[in-house]
């Protein structure tokens, strides 16, 4: 379990910022240091098991049905990336606790860092590739947060939403991919999936695969051409610059690319696809550094440069060119977090990172001197530091490589060009700032504080003692993750700054004389570069936004033109076209089952339901006509259930119906007195075409499905009704019993539905005119008497009723939705009969209060389910023998059903009742509507 603990202590810690508040800074950052050191501790615990040969798992059953597992495991590369993202996360925190201002959120911004940290942690340990992915996107989620930490700036603002956009892209496209890995594979757990290379390299749809996940992968690490997000997310702080855009968030997809090697590589489609756009993004990155004003500027471009360097590896697939790519991981993370650091350190006792601004500083910050000349060194390949090393691997795989045939040489070449720019432009930076001319308006600065600088120069100090040490201080870390993703097919690494005159070491000179001749003619050539318009991403991505957004506003005002006519000849029509589709394949209409004769009945019930349907239409304009021709179909559907066996269809149908008629004469009360005049006789022809074809393939399709013998659950239930859910009443224990969650879920609904109207209605007034549309008043006696006495006598008859009926639900026809209705129907008529005032007098109940109990109890019926170790809404029933009245049988169930009645009682009475009880005979005045 110290996986999991490992994964949960930066996630978790994140908390521990909030709660110290804002207290003194070093008590602060002394706090956020504990989680990711806690996690460092409980990660070498699991040390000796990875060293033995073995591969630390935990796995915790989380959602089975989807496959998904809290899944963890411990291999050479996540052991790899877990280091670099707990190392050099603790290292920016005793950073970033001397950078930010004092008046900065810091609590918050050391919040988000854990928070980030935890999942990029989530990220290389996840056993399951479906887990990856949550926090693949939980990364993104963070980075946002952290690169648009000074919301106040526009740039920062701008930049973490150009971050989110392309990375959450990537990350749908990544989730597509995975989704296709599962469904090939049939797990998504990682073991099964790298075991399964054969499989899916044969599968049809692998192109496709690879394609998606190369899509998620490229657009996190920065690959053109969807690199140009990441010089713009520079207007985050720049300890989130050193941690996320060069040690962790970038590498994520370099990470996937070299976890799913295994299983995806070796072929031509990967190893193209990966060395093409890795090549065209190491070119790329490196030549826009070189021209590059903003010192943080140059370290994105040379990001992006080195992550296409690594990306390069990957698709030349050798077993010396992967493990040359994670060697390079571990070094370029060293030295750019350093570097990121140093360009803060600068920033920050400067007040400006322009090159052109700054220069002769090495005599005023000689430590800060110090550490950037070895960490440019170090990202310039210069020996005897660490980046030396990468360099030489780098040309001795692409020496090496077969994968372009005779245009292998041309690669090496681009290859040595590279490598040669990024001479000049470490030159550049490192020249620039503290050996150029001062300026004269520089003010006085001096080195920051010793343990600000610690950080950075325990960094360098790496780079150089990795450069001088590499068999003792990086050969059995990269050997173990190589191991990790190629097996038994891992080199042998002999790392050393001199093997002998080789032709990888002459490329190095020639790249080294020529970087030094690129830094000296770099005024000439950025005056050549400037005759070229170059365009910045931020606007374009902006303007691509804003014609999206347009393009989308345009559609949109297309089809929602406010006729809602037309919202339902649209759905309509789209249903009718993919039910058409559907016919269009069966060869025969009518099935191998025999038609049902007709009976005088069907045809007569067939016959109301027609006239009703026309009817309704017909007299639209006359609303109670049109409600009672309405009322006909309601009641013909009622009826065609008791024809067909279905008594508790047709109870709740008529229930229903009785509350709907209500419901609709209340709303219809409120709409515009005057109807709307006729329509033309043009769209009077196209409602009767929608209405044909839709009734012609509805009626189609249940002729097509009645006349076949077709698979159903329906003998399940009938056989496990009584053995299973001790009732009779199938409906019933299927509502209570087997689908009882999907219950549940509906009178929670209908519980939300219920308090948002009441909320919506509860000071509402609205004014009721003295009379119809026609001049006729309303009439005086708006509580007749006759109506008064029959709902004073029906009231104790029908709760007599809703209680026989919802106790014998479960064997007999009826249940809580039923009597539920039958309750509210009942209580309704006093409302109607009496009015608001007297009915709440004498029935002082407060409706949401009984919802809420009713949901409650249906609630509390599920978790009591717990306490005896069953899923949640487990039911059971036993039989029981009473004194005097025998043998009963009592069901949790039942409590579970009361529930439902008392939702559906307070539901239904906070909608009707209310919305009856709106409107006033006088006009309200703004201070009664306040």
Not at 478 to 502: C, E, I, K
Not at 738 to 755: P, Q, S
Request: glycine share 10%; aromatic share 8%.
């Amino acid at each position: 379990m110290s996986l999991l603990w490992t994964l949960l202590a930066p996630v978790a810690g994140s908390l521990l910022p909030l709660a110290a508040g804002r207290r003194n800074r070093r008590w602060l950052t002394l706090t956020a240091l504990i989680p990711p050191l806690l996690a460092l501790l409980l990660l070498s615990l699991t040390l000796p098991e990875l060293l033995a040969g073995g591969l630390p798992r935990v796995q915790l059953s989380w959602m089975p049905a989807l496959g998904l597992d809290l899944a963890l495991r411990l291999d050479g590369l996540s052991l790899l990336f877990a280091l670099l993202i707990l190392g050099l996360g603790s290292l920016i925190i005793v950073y970033a606790g001397h950078y930010l201002h004092r008046d900065e959120p810091d609590a918050r911004f050391f919040a988000y860092l854990l928070l980030f940290m935890g999942a990029m942690l989530g990220i290389v340990l996840s056993d399951n590739l479906l887990l990856l992915w949550l926090f693949w996107e939980l990364t993104g989620l963070a980075s946002f947060l952290l690169i648009g930490f000074w919301s106040r700036l526009s740039d920062a603002r701008r930049g973490a939403r150009m971050s989110l956009v392309v990375t959450s892209t990537g990350g749908l496209a990544l989730l597509a991919g995975i989704l296709l890995i599962g469904q090939e594979v049939g797990s998504l757990a990682l073991g099964d999936v790298l075991a399964a290379g054969e499989t899916l390299r044969a599968s049809s749809r692998y192109p496709l695969i690879v394609a998606l996940v190369l899509f998620g992968a490229f657009a996190k690490s920065a690959q053109f051409p969807l690199h140009f997000w990441l010089p713009h997310a520079m207007a985050a702080p720049t300890p989130v610059s050193a941690f996320l855009h060069s040690a962790t968030m970038v590498k994520a997809g370099v990470f996937l690319l070299a976890r799913l090697t295994p299983a995806l590589g070796d072929t031509s489609l990967w190893a193209l696809s990966l060395s093409l756009i890795g090549l065209a993004t190491l070119l790329y990155g490196a030549w826009f550094a070189l021209f590059e004003r903003d010192l943080k500027g140059i370290l994105a471009f040379s990001t992006i440069s080195h992550l296409g360097l690594i990306t390069l590896l990957l698709g030349l697939g050798s077993p010396l060119a992967i493990a040359a790519a994670l060697l390079h991981i571990l070094n370029h993370a060293l030295f750019k977090a350093a570097l990121f650091m140093s360009a803060g350190i600068i920033d920050h006792q400067t007040g400006t990172r322009d090159l052109q601004r700054l220069g002769g500083l090495a005599r005023a910050m000689p430590l800060t001197a110090t550490l950037t000349l070895m960490a440019t060194a170090a990202m310039a390949g210069l020996p005897p530091f660490n980046g030396f090393l990468s360099k030489e691997l780098l040309l001795a795989a692409t020496l090496d490589s077969r994968l372009f045939g005779g245009l292998g040489a041309a690669v090496t070449l681009l290859v040595g060009l590279a490598a040669l720019l990024s001479v000049g432009y470490s030159l550049r930076l490192a020249v620039g700032v503290f050996f150029g001319a001062g300026r004269p308006d520089e003010p006085a600065t001096h080195d920051p504080s010793r343990s600000m600088l610690a950080p950075g120069l325990l960094l360098a100090a790496l780079c150089l003692l990795i450069g001088l040490l590499p068999m003792t201080l990086a050969a059995p870390l990269v050997t173990l993750a190589s191991r990790a993703v190629q097996g038994s097919a891992t080199p042998t690494l002999d790392l050393a700054l001199w093997h002998g005159p080789s032709l990888p070491l002459a490329i190095s000179v020639v790249a080294v004389l020529g970087g030094l001749v690129a830094a000296l003619r770099q005024p000439q050539l950025a005056r050549i570069v400037a005759l070229f318009p170059r365009r910045d991403a931020r606007w374009l991505f902006e303007a691509g936004v804003i014609r999206l957004t347009k393009a989308s506003l345009w559609l949109t005002l297309r089809l929602e033109n406010g006729s809602l006519q037309r919202y339902l000849a649209l759905l309509l029509l789209t249903a009718v076209a993919m039910a058409g589709l559907g016919l269009a394949q069966v060869e025969r209409l009518t099935g191998e089952r025999g038609v049902q004769p007709l009976d005088g009945m069907l045809v007569l019930g067939a016959a109301l339901m027609v006239f009703g349907a026309v009817g309704s239409a017909l007299s639209h304009r006359w609303r109670l006509v049109s409600l009672l021709m309405l009322s006909v179909v309601g009641l013909s559907v009622a009826l065609t259930f008791v024809r067909f066996s279905a008594p508790d269809l047709a109870m709740t149908q008529l229930s229903v119906e009785v509350v709907s008629m209500i419901l609709l004469m209340l709303a219809l009360f409120f709409l515009p007195q005057r109807p709307p005049p006729w329509v033309s006789t043009r769209r009077i022809l196209r409602d009767l075409l929608v209405a044909g074809l839709c009734g012609l393939v509805v009626a189609s399709l249940n002729y097509a499905l009645l006349t076949r013998e077709t698979l159903s659950i329906a003998d399940f239930f009938l056989r496990e009704s009584v053995p299973g859910g001790g009732g009779g009443n199938v409906v019933n224990v299927i509502l209570v019993d087997f689908r009882g969650f999907d219950t549940f879920g509906e009178i929670t609904v209908l519980t939300l539905a219920g308090l948002a109207t009441y909320k919506l209605l509860n000071r509402m007034k609205l004014f009721m005119p003295a009379g119809n549309v026609e001049g006729i008043h309303w009439s005086r006696h708006r509580h007749p008497l006759i109506l008064a006495v029959i709902a004073q006598i029906l009231l104790p008859l029908a709760l007599l009723v809703s209680a026989y009926i919802f106790l014998r639900g479960h064997n007999q026809p009826g249940g809580g939705f039923i009597a539920g209705l039958i309750t509210a129907v009942a209580l309704l008529l006093q409302y109607l009969a009496r009015g608001y005032d007297w009915t709440r007098q004498r029935l002082p109940l407060s409706y949401p209060l009984v919802a809420v109990s009713g949901l409650a109890l249906a609630t509390a019926t599920g978790l009591a389910s717990w306490l005896f170790g069953y899923p949640f809404l487990t039911s059971t029933f036993g039989h029981f023998q009473l004194p005097l009245i025998g043998e009963l049988e009592l069901a949790s169930a039942l409590l579970f059903d009361l529930g439902v009645y008392l939702a559906v009682v307070g539901a239904t009475l906070m909608i009707l009742v209310n919305l009856g009880r709106v409107t006033t005979v006088h006009r309200p005045s703004i201070e009664e509507e306040n």
